[in-house]
Each structure stands twice: as C-alpha cells, then as structure tokens.
C-alpha cells in the first residue's frame, strides 16, 4: 500500500495497493469518506486488479486548494485522474458519493470504463423517517454560518476518536464488525485533518449541499440510462444514510444491471463486511467472465 501524489491543478493524494492485472480498478469514496475507506478489500483487489483509491478534493490528504468539492467539480477531477495518472480504461467502484460519481464518469466517458461496482449508491431517497443524525446534519448544513460552525464545534467537542465511533455508528449496522486498524487509520487521518479547519467544513458542505441537490435532480437518470458498462450494485439491508428502495429503483431503471443485497449490512459494506463484500463481487466477476472454450486435443 503506497501513498501517492499526483498534480491535477493542485495535490491529488491516492493510495496504490498494488497488483497488476488488467483493467486497473479505481475506487472512489463517499461523502466525508477517503481512500482509506477501501483498505480491507484493496489488498484482496490487488490480486486481480492494480487497485488504486482516490481522495477527492477536499477530502483524504488532498487538499481543497482554490478547487471546488461539488459533485460535478470532483467528477471531473476524476476523469482528468483516470485520463492522466491512469491513462487507461478502469473498472470503477464508488461507494454513496462516489457512485454518483462513478456514474457520471461512465455515462459521460462510457470508453473509460470497463465495468461498473455502485457500493450503497447515494441516488435519489424517497420520502421517509430519517436517522436522528442526519435529521441534525441536514438541519445543520442548510443554515449558511451555522453549518461551519456546528462542524468546528462537533469535532472540537467529539475528538477524532469520538467523531470517528460515532460516524461508523452511523454507517454501520454493526461498527464492531470493523477492523480495529481500519477504525485507527480513520481516527488518525481525522487527527490530522483537524489542523484544516475551515477548509475541511467548507469542503464537507460545498459536497453535502450538492449531492443533496444532484440527487433531487430527475437528470441524473438520463445518466443512468447512458451507462453502457456493465454495472453490479451492492446495497447493505440496514442502510441508514441510503435506503434499499434507492438501489431497487436503479435497478427498476436499469433491469440489465445485477443487485445484491447484503443483508444485516450497512452503508460501507467493504469496511464493516469486507470478506462478504469480496465474496459477492468475485462471483458476480467469474459469472461474467465467459469460461474460454475448451481446446480440442
């Protein structure tokens, strides 16, 4: 696993966890995630994959910079990385956020993606009873002043330790199910993007407020119609942030597209449960890999 940096009009820090097998498999975080939110499944990829995790702006070790964290400015961050770092078609996972993301990138550059791995996908939710937490996020992030204040305050009162148990409570059904290296990776990273201040709230809300809005949009499935790549969904039954009738209305929209359902599982099934989440999707790969023809002796 190695740390890299790449310039795209500014830092953009990456994670390489190895491999070399073809195509190149990108994985892009959620909304406050990083590209530590795939280190136990990016080894396992490593095998049948050169795995590589990206942090968006503003997000991970990559700074905000004079960028911007919307959801469109870090889609196009994206494809600039596939296009340049990259250099090459990849197979593209995102998790929440980042499937939105992953989706525009393979509605919009349909040659630059092989395959398509949409984890908890953050699309549209219907209308229903949200989670406490959130109820005070959305509450927090529509108030313009407030909203910076109230994510200073949180990490300031929380601690990174603090911050980290409670968001994996969130994001889990079962945050002991996570690696303990997992959750102290996160708990440093928090440490150290605590210095940020200002450009960490700023980054978190400029991506809340447009994800919110770049869901409601009814565009966004033109999208999903253009998508030629084929496309597995994976979705925790105990998603809290992105409620199962979401993945089931992709799937609706895209009949062709396969989904599993984890069931028991949260919003982040690669860190809760990494060895099911593996499971699931080298089946779903050895189903579409046609077996080679067997030679006639």
Do not use: C
């Amino acid at each position: 696993m190695r740390h890299r940096i790449a310039d795209l009009d500014g830092p953009v820090h990456y994670i390489d966890y190895g491999g070399d097998g073809n195509p190149p498999m990108l994985m892009v975080h959620g909304l406050g995630g990083s590209a530590l939110n795939w280190m136990a499944v990016g080894p396992e990829l490593a095998t049948r994959y050169h795995a590589i995790a990206i942090d968006l702006a503003g997000f991970g070790q990559t700074p905000l910079y004079h960028r911007s964290a919307t959801v469109m400015a870090n889609a196009k961050l994206l494809h600039h990385f596939i296009e340049r770092v990259i250099g090459e078609p990849v197979s593209l996972m995102g998790n929440s956020m980042g499937g939105h993301i992953a989706v525009i990138e393979a509605a919009d550059h349909p040659r630059w993606v092989t395959e398509l791995t949409l984890v908890d996908p953050a699309v549209g939710i219907p209308v229903r009873r949200q989670h406490p937490v959130m109820l005070g996020l959305v509450a927090a992030i529509s108030i313009p002043g407030l909203a910076e204040a109230f994510f200073e305050r949180r990490l300031q009162v929380l601690g990174p330790e603090r911050l980290v148990q409670q968001t994996l409570a969130l994001v889990s059904a079962d945050p002991s199910r996570v690696d303990p290296k997992v959750v102290e990776a996160h708990v440093q990273l928090t440490r150290e993007r605590s210095r940020l201040a200002r450009q960490n709230s700023r980054a978190f809300l400029q991506a809340s407020r447009s994800i919110g809005l770049r869901m409601a949009d009814p565009r966004f499935w033109t999208r999903v119609r253009r998508v030629t790549a084929p496309t597995l969904v994976i979705h925790g039954s105990r998603d809290r942030v992105i409620p199962l009738a979401a993945a089931m209305e992709l799937i609706r929209r895209r009949p062709d597209w396969k989904l599993r359902v984890l069931d028991g599982v949260g919003h982040v099934p690669m860190m809760e449960t990494p060895d099911l989440f593996l499971s699931v999707l080298f089946e779903w790969l050895a189903y579409r890999i046609a077996p080679e023809p067997a030679k006639v002796s």
